[in-house]
């Protein structure tokens, strides 16, 4: 038995290298010195030194997103931890799995408005899945292992534990992980097998069936969106995904009808409204998808499959709820229809597809291409096909070129794919590229962005420098808070109040100071060189392309409008005026 | 699926949880935060020996956001158990309230009387005061605090509900 001793500070390395984990994104202070003591002896953990807390905690997001991992965040006391709230919200918001050590005040100057002090757990509560104060040392590994526990299982979100200087200093006990944790908290994994049933019988009956697949998908793994194959494959229904369920599916297969919701296309929110059974997998039915509540999809019988009960029958009510994982529950239904061999109407589904068919004959997402103004979709329609064959990993920052991204990049596989969809995070992206690449190194990490997200989190070409990660920030410049003007234009008859950005830096030199490269494109005929030139350079640049600052994001279903009330482009708006109820939506 | 009902009824909800720090204001903040009503709510431990706490909520609300409260609270990972006990079957529900009268004469004995009937004990008196103690369901309280306004009441001290299910079934 009597084991060694080892100090507070070493506990918790040990118990993250325990957990598997090889790098940790943090920023240093008074408070996790002695953490940083323990970092300094060993190699089996990488620290990246961010420059920001709130980059810190998007890199990690963009780490775990790419990878399936827990990301790992370090910061200080007081207002490392502050400044790490933002991310932390935009993990819970997303579902990622996210393990943040914040420093705290010894344990007796805890609530004395000592230096730095912040009550980190009591600000952090509502933004974290879970958060712990370790007060005792001999507590600390076991808190560390059921930290990742409760991170990773279920719905995967961010968990704080906040570490006082005392606790870390102190000589306690090591604990290795058990299987207590499990115990303490075990969420439903397998579905109930006379839903599944159930399900399987209302797919197999189904005249227009429709699958709607969201970020769940990816959380469950590459596994879920195999079967998520599988099954679209077997039913013969077309598949829509949300922007965070992007690669669950194929956007080059021919069942795929693209996103749906605010920015989705005609088709895929055409047959959401139509159909008459639709299985939604690993999806929150979110304000973005279902536009006016009681218009949604009225007349169709629907499936949910979610891991977390209280994503069912939050916002839509279902006729067959299924709590458990992603993965599990497509296994069963694949097993079950494989079994039953249910005997579809096919003539009602060629059919339906023949009415989607025509859905898609209105190519909403077509563009023209003419005179040297870039139009933003052009520039990422090049982009995408000048990336095929590479490895590929895309980031974004919010607004337009966010959507854009969405609409035009198509993705094939799970994880490549990193956005901020449930909090809307601008300076997410640079960050969340520079997470993507530490874990792939010698893949292409691309941040599509905007000059204005682009400048939030700015101070993290920095950390790109010196870790010489050659991450590409794509810039589509409109020198305006795009998403903002648009709606400002729709909605708040044109005064475009405080949406455009004066004085916005040469991002050319912007980059060279940051030891990158910068380029830029201001004309159609320059973009191919441009971005050839961009991913030719083997290290980090900064591409500043400058679009038609005009451009709207259509297809649109405005706020308050059902599905079937989309505009489609500029000359749509005319004829639909925006309700009240819809302008107090955002 | 056809419309939900959008009938808002009140719901005593019982919630098994670790008693460790923090717990109560997991709970608390996710009423506040989603923006469900409390209207009473009742916590102590329960089971030292197993380190666990019951909390009592009595809230309203239409059935899907009644199904969304118990949904949130189960996510919570320190809460082991969520049981609504207005949907589970019969249950019982006591409350206690203090309550003191501060009055001389036909008032005094007027106070005694309806506290009697309430069978409502005087747990401290003065020659001019009665601290009652009542117990009972939330409405019966209600009932003896009105009856005992024009008696001179002065103060009053409620619990909240605490409930449990009939029958020989554990939560
Ligand atoms: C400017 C802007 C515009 C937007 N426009 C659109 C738009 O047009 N279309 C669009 O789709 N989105 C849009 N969004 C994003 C939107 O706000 C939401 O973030 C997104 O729609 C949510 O995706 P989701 O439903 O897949 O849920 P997620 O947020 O990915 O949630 C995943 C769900 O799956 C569940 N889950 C997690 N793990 C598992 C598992 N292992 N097994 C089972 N279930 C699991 C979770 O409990 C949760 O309910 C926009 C965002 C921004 C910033
Ligand atoms: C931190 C933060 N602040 C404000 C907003 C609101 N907002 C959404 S999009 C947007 C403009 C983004 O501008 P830009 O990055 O240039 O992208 P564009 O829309 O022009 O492509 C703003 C201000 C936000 N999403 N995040
Ligand atoms: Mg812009």
Redesign the pocket.
Known sequence: MAKKKMQGAEIVIEALKEQGVTEIFGYPGGAVLPLYDAIFNQNAIRHILVRQEGGAVHAAEGYARSTGKVGVVLVTSGPGATNAV?GLTDALMDSIPIVCLTGQVPTHLIGNDAFQECDTTGITRPCTKHNYLVKDVNDLAAVVHEAFHVARSGRPGPVVIDLPKDVVMALGNYQEAGTAAAEKYSPRIKGDQSAIAEAVRLLGQAKKPIIYAGGGVINSGPKASKLLNDLVKLTGAPCTLTLMGLGAYPASDKQFVGMLGMHGTYEANLAMHDCDVMLCVGARFDDRITGRLDAFSPGSKKIHIDIDPSSINKNVPVDVPIVGDVGSVLADIVRKWKAAKPKQDKAALKKWWGQIDQWRARKCLAFEQKGEIIK?QHAIRRLFELTQGRETFITT??????M?AAQYYNFDKPNHWMT?GG?????YGLPAAMGVQIAHPDALVVDI??????L?NIQEMSTIAQYRLPVKVFI???????????WQELLHGGRYSE?Y?ESLPDFVKLAESFHAAGLRATKASELDDVIKEMLAIDGPVIADIAIDKAENCFPMIPSGAAHNEMLLGPNDKADKPISEEGMVLV | MSEPSKEVNRHTIAVLVDNEPGVLARVIGLFSGRGYNIESLTVAETDHAAGLSRITIVTTGTPMIIEQIKAQLGRLVPVHKVRDLTLDGPYVERELALVKVVGKGEKRVESLRIADTFRARAVDSSNNSFVFEIVGAASKIDAFIELMQPLGLTEVSRTGAAAISRGNKAI
């Open positions: 933002t933003p920052e919010v607004g337009q070129h966010q854009w901020s909090l809307g995070t601008m300076g962005a905007g000059e204005a997200s682009t939030m589509l410049n409109n020198e305006y808070m795009g998403m903002v003007r648009q949406s950005m």
